[in-house]
């Protein structure tokens, strides 16, 4: 017999975020005399990157953030972002600075976002920030894997010591997310396509986390009875339906917790965003609340 998996519900735990966000962003305005502000770069017309800032900008909307959005040209030079980008760096009345990923193809990524302001780089990919976090934790997690820490934290399942597998290497999921939880003491494997029998390692995870991007890869048998599965994946189906990376039907009678997709990291991933901005202005400005 299976018993049925929990089902974290990450849309209601990022309003529950979104709405003690909101009362720090009214703290902070009050101090400071304005609010926070978010500045996002965009550089061409994918459309999946125009939904995404539209999100960016309806959420920073909801809890308070001043949002602005710099909207360049697909031909745009290299030098006129990483110019832009500068710029925003300078400004005192911008806190946080998110560069819209991916980039045309003509521009580097790495020139552009290593012209980040550290200090407001609330995607936390500047190599300072991605520095910070391996050697000691500490400087702006990057929002998808803050966004899944949260999630495993609201099971209320202790990390000290369990099995975590993460499967997927890349710099903005994968790789702070195994950091992450091996900071909280978990034992990490971080897997990813080279691994050999990825089932055998998954089932090994008391914590799996799945960011590939590959519809259906993780299956019943690859996850242990009773395991937390945070699935990241978003994928675009054919038919249109949007489906993470595991496989929920079956997954869910195995798994003792399990994300949805929608509904699961995605909407976290918003939240942390504004949570990065509020805490980089406050941090630059010397204020708490
Ligand atoms: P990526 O393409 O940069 O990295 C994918 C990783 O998966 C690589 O490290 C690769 O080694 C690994 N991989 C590929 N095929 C594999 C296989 N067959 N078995 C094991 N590992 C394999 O992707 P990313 O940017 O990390 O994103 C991963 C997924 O998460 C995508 O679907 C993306 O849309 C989604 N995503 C969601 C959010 C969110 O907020 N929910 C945020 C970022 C990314």
């Known amino acids: 017999m299976s018993m049925a998996a929990t ?3 990450g849309k209601a735990i990022a309003a529950e975020i979104r709405a003690s966000l909101k009362e720090r962003v009214q703290k902070f305005s009050s101090t400071v005399g304005a609010a926070p502000g978010l500045a996002v ?6 459309p999946a990157s125009h939904i995404y800032v539209r999100t960016k900008e309806r959420v920073s909307g909801e809890v308070g ?3 602005e959005k710099h909207h360049l040209p697909h ?4 030098e006129e972002v990483v110019r832009l980008v500068r710029r925003l760096g300078e400004r005192d009345d911008v806190d946080g600075i998110l560069v819209q990923l991916p980039l045309p193809g003509h521009i580097s990524e790495r020139a552009v976002l290593e012209a980040v302001d550290p200090a ?3 995607d936390g990919f500047h190599p300072q920030n991605a520095g ?3 050697a000691h934790g500490s400087g702006i997690v990057p929002c998808t894997p803050a966004g899944i820490l949260e999630l495993i934290r609201r099971t209320g399942v202790r990390i000290e010591g369990k099995e975590a ?7 903005i999921v994968g790789k702070p997310t195994a950091l992450l939880l091996l900071q909280q003491h978990a034992t990490v494997t971080l897997a990813h396509s080279r691994t050999v029998d990825l089932p055998k390692v998954c089932r090994r995870a008391d914590i799996l986390v799945v960011a590939v991007g590959r519809p259906q890869l993780i299956t019943a048998g690859y996850v242990k009875p009773g395991a937390i599965v945070i699935d990241v994946g978003i994928n675009r189906l054919p038919g249109g339906e949007l489906v993470g990376d595991v496989a929920f039907d079956e997954v869910k009678d195995v798994a003792g917790y399990l994300t949805p997709v929608p509904g699961g990291v995605g909407p976290m991933t918003i939240a942390m965003l504004a949570q990065n901005t509020i805490d980089a202005a406050m941090a630059r400005r010397g204020v708490s609340c």
């Open 132 to 134: 910070r976090l391996l």
């Open 75 to 78: 031909d745009a030079a290299e």
């Open 65 to 67: 953030i001043r949002f």
């Open 165 to 171: 597998v993460v499967v997927g290497r890349s710099n």
């Open 7 to 9: 089902i974290i519900d």
């Open 120 to 122: 407001k780089d609330v």
């Open 41 to 46: 770069v965009l550089v061409g017309d994918d």
